[in-house]
Antibody
Framework: QVQLVQSGAEVRKPGASVKVSCKAS????????IHWVRQAPGQGLEWMGWINPNSGGTNYAQKFQGRVTMTRDTSIRTTYIELSRLRSDDTAVYYC????????????WGQGTVVTVSS | SYELTQPPSVSVSPGQTARITCSGD??????AYWYQQKPGQAPVLLIYKDSQRPSGIPERFSGSSSGTTVTLTISGVQAEDEADYHCQSADSSTTYVLFGGGTKLTVL
């Protein structure tokens, strides 16, 4: 079936970087853009940006520009998000999500990856 | 930049109708999307393009749009509908996406 499976929980110290993966299965990987969304504890959803797995093109939310990098490896159907210069307020669940072609609707979500930033 | 505004909470008794609103200046020009999120789970798409329902979503969930406000309506609310509901839209020129703050639906 169509699914996105993310890597496991991470703990980092402030100032460090973290890289989270999102592996796709059950559909043509290069046909659908992948977006990344995070959710801090008790808070709403926050959009971070997207990557086009076909071209590798990206678009990042202004808030994260300079700190975020999204990449993909088409050979293993996996996209990645790397966030650098971590702060305590980056502690959140990070989700990848597939977007329906021609819309901005996220129809398939990964299970989420907990990233904890603590000294 | 533009924002989406949702009420923090809505309460309704079982069997009643719940309406959750989402307001934003760009909504007359951009589609809205709705998600349901239960504790510890990823969001689930309920409504796309203002009023379209993906396959597998019960008919009691519907969406509508009027001017700068979109509304998610849940008819015949059930206990299992207790969850957080998030509206979402996007700027098609920049392809930036944004979410409302989320609404907690409590079934009394």
């Amino acid at each position: 079936q169509v699914q996105l499976v993310q890597s496991g929980a991470e703990v980092r110290k402030p100032g460090a970087s973290v890289k989270v993966s999102c592996k796709a299965s059950g559909y043509t990987f290069t046909d659908y853009s992948i977006h990344w969304v995070r959710q801090a504890p008790g808070q709403g959803l926050e959009w971070m940006g997207w990557i086009n797995p076909n071209s590798g093109g990206t678009n990042y939310a202004q808030k994260f520009q300079g700190r975020v990098t999204m990449t993909r490896d088409t050979s293993i159907r996996t996209t990645y998000i790397e966030l650098s210069r971590l702060r305590s307020d980056d502690t959140a669940v990070y989700y990848c999500a597939r977007v329906i072609i021609g819309t901005f609707a996220f129809d398939i979500w990964g299970q989420g990856t907990v990233v904890t930033v603590s000294s | 930049s533009y924002e989406l505004t949702q009420p923090p909470s809505v309460s309704v008794s079982p069997g009643q109708t719940a309406r959750i609103t989402c307001s934003g200046d760009a909504l007359p020009k951009q589609y809205a999307y709705w998600y349901q999120q239960k504790p510890g789970q990823a969001p689930v798409l309920l409504i796309y393009k203002d009023s379209q329902r993906p396959s597998g979503i019960p008919e009691r969930f519907s969406g509508s749009s009027s001017g700068t406000t979109v509304t998610l309506t849940i008819s015949g609310v059930q206990a299992e509908d207790e969850a957080d509901y998030h509206c979402q839209s996007a700027d098609s020129s920049t392809t930036y996406v944004l979410f409302g703050g989320g609404t907690k639906l409590t079934v009394l």
